[in-house]
């Protein structure tokens, strides 16, 4: 499989509030890739995103905005190319209002969502967080709330995920964006 895992954090419940950033590239059913970055997302910070992901205003001061994020990850987000996420519908608009606060057109390509692809292929969970479904499927999440972690754990399911039930029910999954 070739992919991109993607997970943002946010510093407040608005969508284009993205305060860190990162990508897992995946070519041949193997990591070969991880790209972080936090992003000044020139809002205020809510204390509650705050405690989850422990990212601050301060942490993000001199950190480059989405706009100047974007010029470096564009390529990934182009159509025919596969990106991940888990529960892809946020991340997707994450990024959609991120760059859209910035005049920057909504980048189309194939999504997949773990989250969903979870629930049809692992019934009977309590829940389909990320952290009970790296646990099932033996996938490391090293820390929960870090884009990164998040990202590579991402990148783990949809990994078992094909190796478990193969590339041809994957595909039922995707959608474009």
Avoid at 112 to 138: A, C, F, R
Avoid at 140 to 153: F, I, M, R, T, Y
Avoid at 155 to 162: N, Q, R, T, V
Wanted: net charge negative; aromatic share 8%.
């Amino acid at each position: 499989m070739n992919f991109v895992a993607m997970d943002f954090e946010t510093a407040n419940q608005h969508p284009a509030s993205a305060c860190s950033l990162a990508l897992v590239l995946v070519r041949d059913s193997k990591i070969i890739d991880r790209f972080y970055t936090v992003i000044n997302p020139q809002m205020a910070f809510d204390a509650r995103q705050v405690k989850v992901h422990d990212i601050t205003a301060e942490d993000v001061a001199a950190a480059p905005t989405m706009a100047e994020v974007w010029p470096k990850i564009k390529g990934l987000f182009q159509p025919g190319m596969l990106v991940t996420a888990h529960n892809a519908r946020f991340d997707v608009n994450v990024m959609k209002q991120s760059l859209a606060r910035y005049g920057i057109p909504e980048p189309h390509y194939l999504a997949i969502d773990t989250l969903t692809v979870s629930k049809k292929l692992e019934p009977g969970l309590t829940n389909y967080q990320l952290d009970t479904v790296s646990d099932l499927l033996d996938v490391q999440l090293w820390h929960h709330h870090n884009a990164l972690s998040d990202s590579e754990a991402c990148a783990g399911i949809l990994l078992k995920e094909e190796e478990r039930h193969g590339d041809d029910l994957l595909k039922k999954f995707v959608y474009h964006v």
